[in-house]
């Protein structure tokens, strides 16, 4: 795999960072897209397409000759540490070498911080840290809120990547008040045959490499707690990001998770107090929707039942349809009580703290399944 020497280019109100990658699929262009105000923020290096071809040329057993500079701390890290940790996760990727046209430590640190901003639980908690407490120490605070078209819109692409970004641009804007940076780019095409889950970690990183001019922190909101680390074959690279994320750093650039002291609940009930939330969390997994949550999907129904237990669901009236959501209720209570997945061993652990009662009949259904068909069978009469 060869990549060229990033050019940047203004088109229209964007600046465009572009490399030609020419690899055995063929050459194209794989670019980044930023709003001229933010200009002064891209870096002219080439640790950002680096790291984003990272695993398509593993995939293919690859090496990669870069035209460019590469930072020397992001050379090192990648030339064999993270690749190893890579093939962990995922075993049918390749070793491969790296050839830079030129490695140079970068001397100059810049002082923004920057987060990925969705709206979810996840970055809601990770303003609540280092945005709405002012005691965090001004190195920590954020700066900037980053949204990004990496392949986390699926099927929607481009088009719902700008409608779930404007709809989530006024709170920002006005309540929030931070600069909100959408960062559009054609990453996902060179991911086919790789999940979003499993490859979004070096994706978002690549984007904060971008931005590594004017961004000097670049903190990404953990999924998982300390006691769920762990490298190993995984559908999702979130399991390691506490030790990928500083591999995926320069001299400039220090990349890290955050949020990882707390569980799931322990976040929700953080984010629970936040006012800004009440009108704009947005926790749906579902690919379809614009904005917004549908209510009824796992990750709509666990956030629910979890505000729900600590008797505060009704803070969040206008972000879900709670009558969606008492339909449900049953028999997501009965899901929960079966699954051993981690975050439902909370919320049942948080439900017995708070002496929340679940209904005897669904712990019934719960330990006996096949009740559950007689239950379902009588409730229709
Ligand atoms: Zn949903």
């Not at 897209?33 to 080439?46: H, P, T």
């Not at 969705?118 to 709405?132: K, T, W």
């Not at 070096?202 to 961004?215: D, E, F, K």
Request: net charge negative; hydrophobic share 40%.
């Amino acid at each position: 795999m060869k990549i060229s020497k990033p050019e940047i280019s203004q088109q229209n109100d964007n600046f465009l960072y572009q490399v030609n990658v020419s690899f055995s699929d063929g050459t194209k262009p794989l670019w980044y897209s930023v709003s001229s105000q933010f200009r002064d923020l891209i870096s002219d290096r080439a640790d950002a397409p680096l790291v984003a071809l990272l695993i398509p040329a593993m995939a293919r057993g690859e090496a990669i000759h870069v035209e460019g500079v590469i930072s020397e701390k992001l050379y090192y890290n990648l030339s064999g540490l993270y690749q190893r940790i890579l093939q962990s996760i995922i075993p049918s990727l390749h070793l491969i070498d790296i050839y830079p046209s030129e490695v140079q430590s970068s001397s100059q640190k810049a002082l923004g911080v920057a987060t990925g901003f969705s709206a979810g639980i996840d970055s809601f908690s990770a303003l609540a840290d280092h945005h709405y407490n002012k005691d965090v120490p001004a190195g920590f605070q954020l700066t900037h809120l980053l949204y990004n078209n990496v392949g986390s819109h699926a099927g929607g692409g481009e088009i719902l990547f700008k409608k779930r970004y404007e709809a989530l641009k006024p709170l920002v804007d006005e309540r929030i008040g931070l600069p909100f940076v959408a960062v559009n780019s054609n990453v996902q095409s060179f991911y086919k045959g790789f999940s979003f889950q499993q490859t979004h970690t070096p994706r978002n990183a690549s984007v904060a490499l971008l931005l590594q001019n004017g961004i000097g922190r670049y903190l990404y909101a953990s999924a998982y707690t300390y006691t769920d680390t762990f490298i190993g074959k995984t559908d999702s690279n979130a399991y390691s990001d506490l030790i990928t994320l500083p591999l995926l750093s320069t001299e400039s650039l220090e990349a890290f998770s955050v949020g990882s002291e707390y569980t799931r609940v322990q976040k929700t009930l953080q984010v629970a107090e936040i006012e800004d939330s009440y009108q704009a969390l947005d926790v749906c997994v579902r690919g379809d929707h614009e904005s917004g949550n549908c209510s009824v999907c796992w990750k709509c129904m666990r956030t629910q039942l979890t505000l729900d237990i600590a008797g505060i669901l009704d803070r969040y009236t206008n972000v879900f349809d709670l009558e969606a959501y008492q339909r449900q209720r049953s028999a997501y209570i009965v899901r929960t009580l079966q699954d051993k997945n981690v975050f439902s061993q909370e919320i049942i652990s948080f439900a017995a703290v708070r002496e929340f009662e679940f209904p005897p009949v669904l712990k019934l259904q719960a330990d006996f399944p096949p009740l559950q068909y007689f239950v379902k069978k009588i409730s229709r009469y």
